[in-house]
């Protein structure tokens, strides 16, 4: 057995929550902001736009695989943002879907109930805490991102069991997402301290992420491990961007390395 040949990961469209979020980042307050709060996350639909996007993106998957034929497996998760992109970009094939929950949104509890100009005040040490460690602290009521990892882990046990040597796509969240490059790059929580000033994983809707065994240049060239990463916008595609990047999948570290390492968090004692 052996990991899928190509591991291709879409964000979904833009959501009915997304455009709420977006007008309380500027202060201000959507007219479904409402009636979003009220409905449980993993009901809420895509926005027109999110729609459109999913659409369009479509036109672009058959420009880069022919087809969504190319993939031997299609997942996506659970949320009916999802479902509904799924569905937008497959409508005219005969492709079968797996709804898997593992690929869920990560879990944001009461904690992402709160407009975020509230979240200090209603969450005070939630927010402090987080802000100094996004990778391990858990929300009230949700996950962390080592929970969503975690059920990443388990996820790609079951397709280097399922889905050997195959071809799979994946709809499913950002913050999904991240965690499967957290694995598969091998990163360390630190490497998600800045996460959000780290445009390279800040995937937008209907933004995609590729890992391949197959070394992109030499169709011979097939690795045990994932070593190539490509990252295309389907909604907006510019493909002077969607370069791929070889990566190290077996990273370890010296013992200076680690020194190192350590040496970054000044120690309070002596």
């Given at each position: 057995m052996?990991h899928p040949?190509?591991?291709?990961?879409i964000?979904h469209?833009?959501?009915?929550?997304?455009?709420?979020?977006?007008?309380q980042?500027?202060g201000?307050?959507s007219?479904?902001e409402?009636?979003v709060?009220?409905r449980?996350?993993?009901?809420?639909?895509?926005?027109?736009?999110g729609k459109?996007?999913a659409?369009k993106?479509?036109?672009?998957?058959?420009?880069?695989?022919?087809?969504?034929?190319?993939?031997?497996?299609h997942?996506?998760?659970?949320f009916?943002?999802?479902?509904?992109?799924a569905?937008?970009i497959?409508?005219f094939?005969?492709?079968r879907?797996?709804?898997d929950?593992?690929?869920s949104?990560?879990?944001?509890?009461?904690?992402?109930?709160?407009?975020?100009?509230?979240?200090?005040e209603?969450?005070?040490l939630?927010?402090?805490?987080a802000n100094?460690?996004?990778?391990y602290?858990?929300l009230d009521?949700?996950?962390?991102?080592f929970?969503?990892?975690?059920?990443?882990k388990d996820?790609?046990?079951?397709?280097?069991?399922a889905?050997s040597g195959?071809?799979?796509?994946?709809?499913?969240?950002?913050?999904?997402?991240q965690?499967?490059?957290?694995?598969?790059e091998?990163?360390?929580?630190e490497?998600?301290?800045?996460?959000?000033?780290?445009?390279?994983?800040?995937?937008s809707?209907?933004g995609?992420?590729?890992y391949?065994r197959?070394?992109p240049l030499d169709?011979k060239?097939v690795r045990?491990?994932y070593?190539?990463?490509?990252?295309?916008n389907?909604?907006?595609?510019?493909?002077?961007?969607?370069?791929?990047?070889?990566?190290?999948p077996d990273k370890?570290f010296s013992?200076?390395?680690?020194a190192?390492?350590?040496?970054?968090?000044r120690?309070?004692?002596?």
């Open positions: 052996a040949l190509r591991l291709v990961m964000r469209g833009e959501s009915e929550a997304n455009v709420v979020q977006k007008a980042k500027y201000k307050k007219s479904i409402d009636l709060n009220n449980a996350d993993w009901k809420q639909r895509l926005s027109p736009l459109e996007q659409q993106a479509a036109l672009e998957l058959k420009k880069i695989y022919g087809s969504l034929n190319f993939f031997d497996k997942y996506t998760s659970p009916i943002r999802a479902r509904e992109t569905w937008n497959s409508r094939s005969n492709i879907w797996y709804i929950d593992r690929l949104e990560r879990i944001w509890g009461i904690y992402g109930l709160v407009p975020r100009k509230k979240l200090k209603e969450f005070p939630t927010t402090k805490l100094n460690d996004p990778w602290i858990r009521g949700g996950e962390s991102l929970d969503v990892y975690n059920r990443v996820f790609r046990e079951k397709m280097w069991r889905d195959e071809n799979v796509l994946i709809v499913a969240h950002k913050q999904l997402i965690s499967f490059c957290y694995d598969i091998k990163k360390l929580p490497d998600w301290d800045n996460i959000w000033q780290n445009k390279i994983y800040d995937i809707n209907l995609l992420v590729e391949s197959v070394n169709a060239d045990s491990y070593s190539w990463r490509r990252m295309i389907l909604s907006n595609r510019d493909t002077s961007k969607e370069e791929w990047v070889e990566f190290d370890s013992c200076d390395e680690i190192r390492q350590v040496d970054n968090y120690p309070f004692m002596n």
